[in-house]
């Protein structure tokens, strides 16, 4: 191996320090401050929000059961409210208190209508500036444009993570802090420091974002400028993988070859859909994704990975009740096992890098449950230094009432899943 020329400079202690700030990582971030903690959180790109604001998946999927009732609150709720507060989008008006009204199910009954889910779309630039602005009156440490490049073990403990080096316009900094938070959505910080992980698998979609003299007249007729906004596609695969094209070998990520692979072929792809040159003055794309769009990359083990079998059921040590953005009246739990693991003292995860299997991965990472995950962690990280205890060990009593005491439900309520639907998923396997 050849040998490293430079030095890292060391920059100081902090109480609990994440890596990543997208959602789950904004969360944890927030959760720790709120929690009186010292907090640094540091990203690599240059603003907050990951792929909710720089992967363009600008959509609070749905927080509700199907039915009309909300099931996600917490961080959740906070950060959809503030993603819309200074930009366009709204939830829908038929929600009073998380519940639509049983006189307005019934119209919708008898209309043979679908309710409405509780959702939104959201602009991602606004988005990523109240980020910002909630997390620096909160008094968190923000560090843009730094990359981790490593981490440096606790002499006394191999597990245990003393600093991470960061890679900034500055060279390579060196933080040391009481606790970790992994919400890199990459696993950087558990890969570096030898965590088991898990490798996904991710298809062959690319998605900006654009605009035409079309979008535009529309924008003008609903007096609403999210309307003026187009997709502008490079692949086109979807959650299943369906259309994934069968000459492109799926990916995993976690290579540079394989992330060069994928952004290449997808930037040409999108490329070609604009080469009709005589229409070059009535479209434009406005917005490449700034980061791979992908959902799976690298999770940890972790002491439990939550399984698509583990639906409607409840755990001693659940962190949040959440829904299934696709599949109406599932409903899951996240247990606390799924963000750490016993042999490694101070580090958690969140968000896409929780521990899951199958389609219960693709149920933990997206935008809500992954930043009450977050949420969670933050506050885990706190309690294990206000407790003195490991990260895994901390008073999980304690924790589900400090997140309850936030709004947070803990478990969900076995009403809010039918019968039919229960033994419907008992009998089949239905994805």
Known sequence: MAEFIGTVTKKGCTDVFVAGGGVAGSAAALAAARCGKKVILAEKSLKLGGLATLGLINLFVPMCNGRGKQIQFGMAEEFLRLSIRYGYGDVPKEYVNGRIPEDVKRAYEAEGKKLPRYGAKFSAEIFALALTELLTEAGVTLLFDSQVAGVEADPGDPNRIKSVILLTASGFESYEAKEFIDTTGNADLLHFLGVPTVNGINYHTYCGQGISLESCRKALEKEDVSAALTSADGGTATLYGTRHPESVKVYDGTESSDVNRYLISNQLEMLSHYKDEENRKQRDIVTLPGMPQFREIRRIRGDYALKD??????????????????????????????????????????????????????????????ILSGEAAGIAASHAIDEGKTVADVDIRALQKALEEANVLIHFDDADVPEEVRIEYENNDVH
Do not use: Q
């Open 309 to 370: 079998e583990d639906r409607f059921r409840h755990f001693d040590d659940s962190i949040a009740a959440i829904s299934d953005f696709s599949r109406r009246d599932l409903l899951f739990e996240i247990p606390y096992r799924a963000l750490c693991m016993k042999a490694y003292p101070n580090v958690l995860t969140a968000g896409r890098t929780a521990a899951g299997d199958g389609f219960a991965w693709d149920v933990i990472r997206v935008i809500p449950p992954a």
